[in-house]
């Protein structure tokens, strides 16, 4: 068991070492030219990626709300009833595409997380997303699928392992937030709050 869990490890450091750290660096600016704007960031994924991508929005926006930052950042697998009735309706693989020029418009910014990059709901959403030019990011693993050629930031984790893909999609995210605490923090001379640090390092309830 131990050799088993040094080696699933080193195969996420060995991962994340070959990242193209520029990728990341572009997909942190690209939200920060959102923060405070009426634009809006969307992130897209299906099973274990569209679970990573609703963790991902509900941790932006408690962070960038106790910082006292406007950010709207919205997971679109979190409506359960339009997406059952827009693939019930209409068909599964148009549930992104769909929203995009009505809900998505061209100075939001589309993320999206998916292991292998063909996800045929989310190729569809990136087809009609380049053509009215809203800027799109993917968190891609395997070979980055169809999904690396049409975004205009692909963040290509090199791996054939759908679970490392996907603990990866969090790493980078859990980064760019502690990058955005660090930054704002140092600016504004104040952490998140005296309150959040006495419950997650004194484990006080008050």
């Given at each position: 068991m131990e050799d088993e869990f040094v080696s699933y490890t080193s195969k996420i450091k060995k991962a994340l070492d070959n990242i193209e750290k520029r990728k990341i660096d572009a997909l942190y600016q690209e939200i920060k030219k959102r923060i405070d704007?009426?634009?809006?960031?969307?992130?897209?994924?299906?099973?274990?990626?569209?679970?990573?991508?609703?963790?991902i929005a509900g941790?932006?926006?408690?962070?960038?709300t106790m910082l006292g930052l406007k950010l709207n950042i919205i997971c679109e697998s979190d409506n359960s009833c339009?997406?059952?009735?827009?693939?019930?309706d209409i068909d599964f693989s148009e549930v992104y595409s769909t929203i995009v020029g009505i809900k998505i418009s061209k100075g939001d910014l589309i993320i999206y997380f998916?292991?292998?990059?063909?996800?045929?709901?989310?190729?569809?959403?990136?087809?009609?997303?380049?053509k009215i030019a809203v800027k799109q990011v993917a968190i891609l693993g395997y070979n980055g699928g169809r999904?690396?050629?049409?975004?205009?930031?692909?963040?290509?984790?090199?791996?054939?392992?759908?679970?490392?893909?996907?603990?990866?999609?969090?790493?980078?995210?859990?980064?760019?937030?502690?990058?955005?605490c660090k930054e704002f923090s140092n600016k504004n001379k104040k952490?998140?709050?005296?309150?959040?640090?006495?419950?997650?390092?004194?484990d006080i309830v008050s």
């Open positions: 704007t009426k634009y809006s960031i969307h992130l897209i994924g299906n099973g274990g990626s569209a679970a990573n991508a609703s963790h941790d932006f926006s408690k962070t960038f339009y997406l059952t009735a827009a693939s019930n998916s292991g292998s990059g063909n996800s045929i709901n989310l190729v569809k959403s990136a087809q009609k997303a380049k999904l690396k050629e049409l975004v205009d930031i692909p963040v290509h984790v090199n791996i054939n392992d759908m679970e490392i893909a996907e603990d990866i999609q969090l790493i980078i995210f859990h980064f760019i937030k502690q990058k955005f952490l998140i709050s005296n309150k959040y640090d006495k419950r997650v390092i004194e």
